[in-house]
């Protein structure tokens, strides 16, 4: 069964960081490309990075020189490494693979 799992969000201070995790089961994570979205309150979704199959990485504006997304393909895991939040990056996060989400997960920045 196709599924991806996120953890690692909760609550930070404003400048502080978060990693969060996406596991993937039921595919063979290294042949594909995942991406990290996320919808805040009252906004539709956006994408946040994506790390293809084949080593490039990619990033939205809003978050370039602060996150850094990452894979381990034999754990089966894509990481998103998010330094200097700021409260606008409050929302929901979610792992992507095509039509497969995850179920997201609630990062909040604030003091």
């Known amino acids: 069964q196709l599924q991806l799992v996120e953890s690692g969000g909760g609550l930070v201070r404003p400048g502080g960081s978060l990693r969060l995790s996406c596991e993937a089961s039921?595919?063979?994570?290294?042949?594909?490309?995942i991406g990290w979205f996320r919808q805040a309150p009252g906004k539709s979704r956006e994408v946040v990075s994506c790390?293809?199959?084949?080593?490039?990485?990619s990033y939205s504006d809003s978050v370039k020189g602060r996150f850094t997304i990452s894979r381990d393909n034999s754990q089966k895991k894509v990481y998103l490494q998010m330094n200097s939040l700021k409260p606008e990056d409050t929302a929901v996060y979610y792992c992507?693979?095509?039509?497969?989400w995850g179920k997201g997960l609630l990062v909040t920045v604030s003091s």
């Open positions: 039921g595919f063979t994570l290294e042949h594909y490309s």
């Open positions: 992507n693979w095509g039509s497969n």
């Open positions: 790390s293809t199959y084949d080593g490039r990485t």
